[in-house]
T-cell receptor, first 117, second 111 residues
């Protein structure tokens, strides 16, 4: 399997522009997670989906951020309008076997490095 | 107070040293305790996990969990330059959906 695929790997944009990050999870995984990593705050969970349904978006910073998962093989994270403080590495991860008594390993993509000028 | 506290380091050791990495946490609902390893410009990868309290050994790596103290540790024996990476502790509740990560400790093993 190719693993979790994220695009773009690098994005440089100007403040106020819309940014769309994309993720293709591992086939057969039923949970998908979006994380943001910065030096100051570490790895923060933004939102996660189970069977394409958003379960918890309490980590989404503000209304400028939105995430969708239209089908089991694709998800997007959108920032509109972008601000310099959104500069970070955004990771998508997928998992199978999540449940009340099961451990689900997270498989991460290589990340999308976003710089907002 | 953060749910998971981890010293970001950096930690620099000579090759062959024993490395000790630690995290503390505040949420007693956590049941699964993980260590992820992240190489530069890559995504984190699971190194090992433990359910509830106790020890788990995998080759040169040993994970310990003390739920009474809310303290977890990762020991690396005979450290190698290839172990140079950022090590992130992580925890989740029984449901496993919401995995919370520590800040990560940057480790450098010098040849």
């Amino acid at each position: 399997d190719a693993g979790v695929i994220q695009s773009p790997r690098h994005e440089v944009t100007e403040m106020g522009q819309e940014v769309t990050l994309r993720c293709k999870p591992i086939s057969g995984h039923n949970s998908l997670f979006w994380y943001r990593q910065t030096m100051m705050r570490g790895l923060e969970l933004l939102i996660y989906f189970n069977n394409n349904v958003p379960i918890d978006d309490s980590g989404m910073p503000e209304d400028r951020f939105s995430a969708k998962m239209p089908n089991a093989s694709f998800s997007t994270l959108k920032i509109q309008p972008s601000e310099p403080r959104d500069s970070a590495v955004y990771f998508c991860a997928s998992s199978s076997g999540q449940g009340a008594s099961m451990f689900g390993e997270l498989f991460f993509g290589e990340g999308s490095r976003l710089t907002v000028l | 107070q953060k749910e998971v506290e981890q010293d970001p380091g950096p930690l620099s050791v000579p090759e062959g040293a024993i490395v000790s990495l630690n995290c503390t946490y505040s949420n007693s609902a956590f049941q699964y305790f993980m260590w992820y390893r992240q190489y530069s410009r890559k995504g984190p990868e699971l190194l090992m996990y433990t359910y509830s309290s106790g020890n788990k050994e995998d080759g040169r790596f040993t994970a310990q969990v003390d739920k009474s103290s809310k303290y977890i540790s990762l020991f690396i024996r005979d450290s190698q330059p290839s172990d140079s990476a950022t090590y992130l502790c992580a925890m989740s509740n029984t449901g496993g959906f919401k995995t919370i990560f520590g800040a990560g400790t940057r480790l450098f093993v010098k040849a």
